[in-house]
């Protein structure tokens, strides 16, 4: 690796993510603005962490970490953030692939922003359909109750009532700042995201890309979702259950709420709602998972890094 700083630094978690993984790599390799592939295995299956070795001794520009176990999202993020060299990070879901573009959109959206900035962009499903969490608002303890309890089914009425994400809305014509944007999908100066002190690694997955947003727009930073920046995104590749996903999820709004929670008032309602945010959380993740129907994975067209 030069001494030399890169230009960006694509940052990818794994853990049990299976084939999409290797998708998700050759996307990165073909990328001619993607300088250095870091890959944090977080403890993947024996014959996994072979092949990404293999991988790593065809391709200079990748490299894995291991040997820290599974430390969540946020935890593994900064560990690869930690040990890389370009200007800007990429964090990129191990099941997501980046669409071509791509970075070229995210860096010229920086353009007249304040810093430390984000950038994200769109998080598309295999069935072609924009996902939640590419542009949102900021999570208020008043947005999460009307997420949980279902009140953004009267938004059409008020908008008060409306929900904190966009994706159903008309994309934008150039990029827009909004609340938050997904860590499947994001981007970062390197020196921004070490004087925003990184992720919070107390949250395990999930929540942490709204700390992180939080945290630069009241540092008098700024988030912006770029609409001609995407990524094709699997989800849910791991086999994690989807109750234990959504426990996590649950405790991680739960903390979100205590950390910023600005007065004593805020602070106790904050502790007092905890066990029912959690509690919620895993009633979402307990339905999702019996009326879900069973994924049929398509074969991944990616065998390998193509030359």
């Known amino acids: 690796m030069t001494d030399l700083p890169l230009g960006v630094s694509a940052i990818v978690v794994s853990w049990h993510t299976g084939p999409r993984l290797y998708e998700c790599l050759n996307a990165l390799a073909m990328s001619e603005d993607i300088d250095e592939i ?25 490299s894995v970490h291991r040997g820290q176990g599974n430390v969540g999202f946020a935890r593994g993020c900064n560990l690869g953030a930690t040990r890389a060299a370009g200007q800007r990070l990429l964090f990129i879901n191990p099941d997501a692939v980046l669409q071509p573009e791509s970075i070229a959109a995210m860096i010229a959206a920086e353009r007249g922003r304040r810093r430390p900035l984000i950038v994200g962009g769109r998080v598309v499903g295999l ?78 997955v999930h929540v942490e890309d709204l700390d992180i947003c939080r945290r630069a727009w009241d540092q008098g930073g700024a988030v912006v979702f770029a609409p001609q920046a995407w990524v094709r995104h699997e989800g849910a590749t791991s086999p994690a259950s989807a109750v234990r996903v959504a ?61």
């Open 127 to 204: 069935d072609g359909r924009e996902q939640r969490g590419g542009r949102r608002d900021t999570l208020t303890p008043w947005s999460a109750f009307r997420e949980f309890s279902g009140l953004t089914r009267l938004g059409r009425w008020s908008k008060s009532l409306g929900s904190m994400h966009h994706e159903h809305e008309d994309l934008p014509d150039e990029p827009i700042a909004v609340g938050a944007v997904s860590g499947a999908f994001m981007m970062i100066r390197a020196d921004d995201f070490r004087d925003l002190g990184g992720f919070d690694g107390d949250y395990f």
């Open 247 to 307: 426990w996590y999820k649950g405790k991680g709004f739960a903390n979100y709420f205590r950390k910023f929670a600005t007065t004593d008032a805020a602070r106790r309602t904050a502790n007092l709602s905890a066990p029912f945010i959690v509690g919620a959380a895993v009633l979402q993740g307990l339905a999702r998972s019996v009326t879900a129907p069973r994924k049929q994975r398509a074969p991944t067209p990616y065998e390998s890094f193509e030359e």
């Open 38 to 62: 870091i890959v944090v295995d977080n403890g993947n299956p024996k014959g996994e962490r072979a092949r990404l070795d293999a991988l790593a001794q065809e391709d200079a520009r990748l």
